[in-house]
């Protein structure tokens, strides 16, 4: 399994020198199966240049949407395999938002806020409501599961797990919401334990509270407790939010560092970075998975 960030930002597209190092495109993530599927996790802007790779195949471009808010499907319009005659994208859709969310995704390409439509489109779409983890993976030894996100308007989250080495996606969760409590800490435990690789939103500080409590993101310090309790070998903050400069994600990165081995916590972390790259390796006799980050 390897996992690519092309899109790490979060609420908007953050262009500009003060966001170069860990890039200004929001939440779209890649994840290559050893059985050669390709995973999309969301379609913000960072797909347009994940395009270019499956533009390159044959097989079907499946896409897994969190949820419809705009910066996890601003990019879908410029993703180079949808501009492919008879070219198969699988887009699977959280039952929670069903056929809203599908509507929200295409009505951007109406002609008006996009010049081409969608019922245009050389490419054959699919959009799937149902359980993916039937669908197409399970019979190939791959496994994905769902757990509803605490966020306004829902979503979902995905763990992927593929021959030993495992993976979650959480983007857009707050895990103390002043309202509504879909998802309750425990729980989220209990779904993340162990797993190899955490990619979970880390959008908020101490000092963006409480103005934005409610607004479905998580603090850093929540995060970073929430790995430690599931003991997750691998946390990756992501879903930065638009304010924050390449100097303070690297200060937040530092904090992670202190943290976590004040707790004696064998996990480790990083900032999610556009272009970042990690491995997932699990040896064929058993034991730990091997985690590589480029």
């Known amino acids: 399994m390897i996992i690519t960030f092309y899109g790490v930002r979060g609420s908007t597209p953050a262009p500009g020198p003060l966001t170069v190092k860990y890039g200004g495109n929001t939440s779209c993530v890649h994840i290559e199966l050893e059985t050669g599927h390709d995973l999309i996790l969301d379609a913000g802007t960072g797909i347009r240049s994940l ?30 395999p ?11 859709i959280s039952v929670q938002s069903g056929r809203k969310l599908l509507s929200t995704l295409f009505s951007q390409m109406d002609g ?23 669908e197409l993976y399970e019979r190939e030894g791959i496994q994905v599961v769902k757990q509803p996100l605490n966020h306004p308007g829902g979503g979902v989250a995905y763990r992927i797990n593929e021959n030993g080495a495992s993976c979650a996606y959480v983007t857009d969760n707050e895990l103390e919401p002043p309202k509504k409590l879909t ?31 409610g607004w479905g993101h998580s603090l850093i310090s929540q995060v970073r407790q929430l790995a430690t309790d599931a003991e997750v070998g691998t946390l ?23 943290y976590l081995k004040s707790k004696h ?20 006799l058993g034991g730990a998975t091997r985690i590589g980050i480029d």
């Not at 005659?85 to 699988?90: A, F, L, S, V, Y």
């Not at 800490?185 to 509270?209: F, K, P, R, S």
């Open 112 to 134: 008006t806020h996009f010049p081409v439509r969608a019922e245009d489109l050389p490419s054959n779409h699919f959009p799937k409501f149902k359980g993916i983890e039937s």
């Open 183 to 213: 998802t309750r800490y425990d729980q989220w435990v209990n779904y993340l334990h162990g797993v190899d690789v955490l990619i979970h939103d880390a959008q908020y500080t101490e000092d963006d509270m409480p103005h934005k409590h």
């Open 265 to 284: 916590a064998p996990t480790r972390s990083v900032c999610a970075a556009e272009g970042m790259r990690i491995s997932l390796d699990k040896p064929v």
């Open 82 to 92: 949808i501009y492919q005659p008879d070219r198969d994208i699988h887009v699977y």
């Open 51 to 80: 395009g270019h790779k499956p533009a390159k195949k044959s097989t079907p471009a499946s896409i897994l949407l969190s949820h419809g808010h705009w910066d996890h499907i601003q990019g879908y319009p410029f993703f180079d």
């Open 236 to 258: 990756v903050m992501f879903h930065h939010d638009p304010e924050r400069s390449d100097s303070e994600l690297d200060e937040i990165q530092i904090e992670n560092e202190k």
